[in-house]
């Protein structure tokens, strides 16, 4: 993702107990990683991979690309927010999605849409609202 995105963030695992999360932020946590810090929770990659019908915890790379999304927003100051600032964190991991498919023949990209369609919501008004289950899909 380094090299397709051409940032590189810091990474952290996050001890989310049984909150599973995964997210990203513009602190500089190491001056040789200068463009952010991706935090990726222990019980989320234990959730994707135990979802996974596959078997390959396809979801997995989509999620980590969603996150260095953000990374890139934070660094290019694209001026989103909201569910459009999601959507957008969207749209990059599924362009990611489609180089990968590309190089490796076998990345399950249906795999990684459902997940996407599972974490959205209609808190339309509330603090947190990544769009509605078919646009995360979408």
Known sequence: MIKKFGLPPTMFYLNDSNNPNT??????????????????????????CLHSPSGTCSSFPIVMAHEFAHIADFKYGTGLTGKHKELFGDYLAGCFMYFREVEFKSTFVQ???ISFFQKGNH??????????PQQRYT
Request: hydrophobic share 35%; aromatic share 12%; net charge negative.
């Open 23 to 48: 997210y990203a932020t513009s602190r500089i946590s190491n001056q040789n990683f200068p463009d952010g810090t991706v935090l990726i929770g222990f019980s989320l990659i234990q959730q994707e």
């Open 123 to 132: 808190s339309f008004n509330g603090p947190v609202h990544y769009g509605i």
């Open 111 to 113: 795999e990684a849409a």
